[in-house]
């Protein structure tokens, strides 16, 4: 009896080939090579860990607690250099005090340019002017400041208790019918031309000016030029304007 290599299958002798699977008698069947898949190529990932280069092997035998050593590492080497120069810079400016200080540069500033005019502003011109002739008379400033009032009160067209206080009371005088005589009108150009003193004590100030008021209240014109002599006495330590004799006024239309 044959055995077949094959199959195992058993046959008579003299039989060439088995019944079973068609081996010859005696034949043996090859040894095939095992076939073995390849492995796929590797794809190269960015690493997600800054210690991880993307392969695997390589840093799989490293410990996950290891892998953060190297920031810290770089952080305190540079906190060490930092302490360094600090220290060398104490050292250097122990022996030279006038050595300035370190500076880091910040940002730089820009500011627009202002221009400041050399010429300074002038206060605003005041209302009662002063001829050359006049500067240092006697009780100028008195004269002035009074003057200053009575004519602010009239452009005011509002202020006939500030008009009124400027005059020395009596029957007739500064009354609130006069003062609204002034209800239009506007004083310019105000002057101081003169200024005495008489032995009695009363002041001479003239004064010119020019009004704007409506013409029916005067005396048809809208524009007038005046000169008056003010007669101005002491009321309670003050100067007030006396009244004024109508032969010191004059006015001419404008």
Known sequence: MITCAGCSAEYSDGVRFCPRCGLGAGDVIPELPVWRAEPAPRRWVPPTDPMDDGDGDLLATIPRTGRRRGPLIGAIATVAVVVVALLVWRGVS?????????TIPGPTLITPSIRVSSTPSLPPPSLVGVAPAVQGAARLPEVRDLLTRYFTAINSHHDYAGWAVTQIPAA???????????RTTRDSKISINSVTVDVSGVVHASVSFTSHQRPSLGNGSACLNWSIAYHLKEYHGALRIDQVNTSTISHLSC
């Open 94 to 102: 122990g022996h030279n005090s006038a050595a300035p200080p370190p």
């Open 172 to 182: 007739g005088r500064a009354t609130e019918t006069q003062y609204e005589g002034f």
